[in-house]
């Protein structure tokens, strides 16, 4: 909503607050749309912007195309996005984070050099929730052990999903972000804020030079070129300009850990440049079959590279310290609590 500021639209704005204001319960839109019924029409004019150019979150991210994550059918004919049509301001920042539309560096969230990461991936197509979920347990109490932040991998879409935004078609990627199956809001709440990150992160423009990887989607690289606080060349003229192809695959050599002996890295048929090559996979094998102690892990990758990346973690236990066991299994209810696009 654009509003032109003068006399009668900051009257207009003050009945929506006092609205607000005598009824907590009342949503913004709502108000707006109240005032504007009852008197706004006659003092006020109206334009409504064409969903063409102008679309709503339902338009842009679910009923035109499904749109999860950056490279989802890009467009340029688009001059702005209501990022509405989903409840929760963290959810609508998660959404926005994930289409590399959030520029907010606040407290050093992309730009900080002090900060450590794990990125773990999630290669097979057909992995089953249960074990989806426990290797994310895995990765955050990975994460938690040596100090470094998730990265988030991608999820795996369920067939029996009923989110219409949320179907792949026949020839999209059969994969989904956080809040297609969680409360953002948990997340935050149980976690905080430097426990993980979403799955785009290292394509912002804003991402510390030793962290951010390069991709060549259009509208995006304008806004790398334009922005006071991107100083490094952004193009790369071996990548796409459209889709996942457009996106600089991660360089760190991956791990994998086998928890028996004879386990070993799978090739489950992907595509993905984003997936790691068995090639330059490098398998550890832990003392206890399926388990891996904190000291472990300490002993294994207590290391100042700013990026430790995995394979991936199926079927993988993470023994921690007891002190820490009590506080993630508290998180691990409230965040594996399932949840729609919407976040209802």
Request: hydrophobic share 35%.
């Amino acid at each position: 909503m654009y509003v032109t500021p003068n006399s009668k639209s900051i009257t207009y704005l003050s009945q929506v607050v006092m609205v607000q204001r005598s009824n907590p319960r009342i949503r913004q839109q709502v108000a707006v749309n109240k005032v504007l019924q009852s008197s706004g029409k006659n003092s006020l004019t109206v334009h409504v912007l064409p969903q063409a150019n102008w679309p709503c979150g339902a338009v842009f991210f679910q009923r035109q195309a499904r749109r999860m994550f950056a490279w989802h059918h890009t467009c340029t004919n688009y001059l702005v996005v209501h990022n509405n049509w989903i409840v929760g301001d963290e959810a609508k920042e998660y959404r926005a984070k994930e289409f590399l539309q959030w520029s907010n560096d606040v407290d050093g969230y992309y730009s900080s050099s002090r900060h450590k990461y794990i990125f773990v991936g999630n290669p097979d197509p057909n992995v089953s929730k249960v074990v989806e979920e426990a290797a994310l347990r895995a990765a955050l109490m990975l994460g938690e052990i040596l100090n470094r932040i998730l990265i988030l991998p991608w999820l795996r879409c369920r067939p029996n999903c009923k989110d219409e935004g949320c179907q792949p078609g026949k020839a999209e990627l059969d994969i989904c972000s956080l809040n297609s199956r969680y409360y953002v809001k948990l997340w935050n709440r149980m976690l905080g804020p430097n426990r993980w990150r979403e799955m785009m992160f290292r394509y912002n423009p804003l991402t510390h030079t030793n962290v951010r990887l390069t991709h060549n989607l259009v509208a995006l690289t304008q806004w790398a070129a334009s922005d006071d606080r991107v100083h490094e060349k952004w193009i790369d003229p071996e990548l796409s300009q459209s889709g996942i192809d457009s996106l600089a695959p991660p360089q760190e050599q991956a791990h994998f850990i086998s928890s028996r002996g004879h386990m070993r890295p799978e090739d489950y048929g992907n595509v993905f440049k984003q997936e790691s090559p068995l090639s330059e996979v490098v398998v550890h094998y832990t003392v206890a079959d399926q388990v891996i102690s904190w000291q472990e892990a300490l002993e294994k990758w207590n290391s100042s590279s700013q990026v430790l990346r995995f394979h991936s973690l199926y079927n993988i236990q993470v023994q921690m310290k007891p002190s820490d066991h009590d506080f993630f299994q508290k998180c691990f209810i409230e965040i594996f609590k399932e949840a729609d696009l919407k976040q209802f």
